[in-house]
């Protein structure tokens, strides 16, 4: 599967930017997309995830209730719309895809070395 994240940029404190993930390559009916997040100096972490079948969502603790992840089924296509933003969510965000397991938990979900396929990021910078 080849990822190829979009949509990033500068935006002020309580603007909004929208993700694009577009998944090429293979059917992606039984994977798992995610979006993970990295920031300087910091370790790669969970922001949501979306399971194509089923339609199964998760998000991040610090994310809830501000970023709404979606998908365009005609367009193979996983987007992260992000609002309220604030500065801590500046970071090169990463879309990842991983098939989906009934035999894994919903925490293995979270964890960024249990993805195969990784887009190449795309910076957000929240400015104050």
């Known amino acids: 599967v080849q990822l190829q994240a979009s949509g990033g940029g500068l935006v002020q404190a309580g603007g909004s930017l929208r993700l694009s993930c577009a998944a090429s390559?293979?059917?992606?009916?039984?994977?798992?997309m995610g979006w993970f997040r990295q920031a300087p100096g910091k370790e790669r972490e969970f922001v949501s995830r979306?399971?194509?079948?089923?339609?199964?969502?998760d998000y991040a603790e610090s994310v809830k209730g501000r970023f709404i992840i979606s998908r365009d089924n005609s367009k193979n296509t996983v987007y992260l719309q992000m609002n309220s933003l604030k500065p801590e969510d500046t970071a090169v965000y990463y879309c990842?895809?991983?098939?989906?397991?009934?035999?894994?938990?919903?925490?293995?979900?979270?964890?960024?070395?249990?993805?195969?396929?990784w887009g190449q990021g795309t910076q957000v910078t929240v400015s104050s």
């Open positions: 990842a895809a991983r098939q989906f397991s009934p035999f894994s938990g919903s925490s293995e979900y979270v964890r960024p070395g249990n993805y195969v396929y």
């Open positions: 390559g293979r059917p992606v009916g039984n994977y798992v």
């Open positions: 979306f399971a194509w079948s089923g339609g199964t969502t």
